[in-house]
């Protein structure tokens, strides 16, 4: 682990929150998360992800390099997708060569989507959504009552995918 991952770590350990810091340290903190099972780690730094507006820029090495870390499914990846989909023209995205091929394919496709550019977002103050929560009731239990977070969206609940 480098050093500023170690120190929000650290941070996390004890507060149980990450602090806002840079976010490519928090995704490389995520992937050692995503690696060690550690949903409450990941839970805390998309929630800091998502604080602080997180806008990837997908022609970025250092964006594929930690996409290609993370399976497909993983909540960073689909925050990134969403982030991307929701909030950039589709004619201004550009990809850079090392992103996963799996990764290009289901951007294409969200794109192709008719949208209410801006207007309901899936990712911005929505943590929950990419929270991992199985079900409402897991929402209830570990983010209703210590947040002031919405509840996630039906497509988001690990449960119903
Ligand atoms: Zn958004
Ligand atoms: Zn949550």
Not at 15 to 28: H, I, R, S
Not at 147 to 154: A, I, K, S, T
């Amino acid at each position: 682990m480098d050093p500023v991952c170690c120190d929000i770590f650290v941070k996390w350990h004890y507060t149980g929150c990450v602090p806002n810091d840079d976010p490519w340290a928090l995704c490389q903190l995520y992937i050692l998360a995503d690696q060690n099972e550690n949903l409450a780690l990941r839970r805390a730094i998309l929630t800091q992800i998502v604080n602080v507006n997180f806008a990837p820029d997908l022609n970025d090495s250092n964006t594929a390099a930690v996409v290609s870390s993370l399976p497909e499914n993983s909540a960073l990846t689909r925050y990134l997708l969403d982030r991307t989909s929701y909030h950039q023209r589709a004619e201004t995205i550009q990809i850079h060569t090392d992103m996963p091929v799996e990764f290009v394919e289901t951007l294409k496709e969200l794109i192709k989507k008719p949208r209410h550019w801006l207007d309901d977002c899936p990712c911005c103050d929505k943590p929950c959504n990419y929270h991992e929560h199985n079900t409402v009731e897991d929402w209830k239990l570990s983010c209703a009552e210590s947040g002031p977070y919405p509840m996630p969206e039906p497509a988001y609940l690990r449960a119903e995918i």
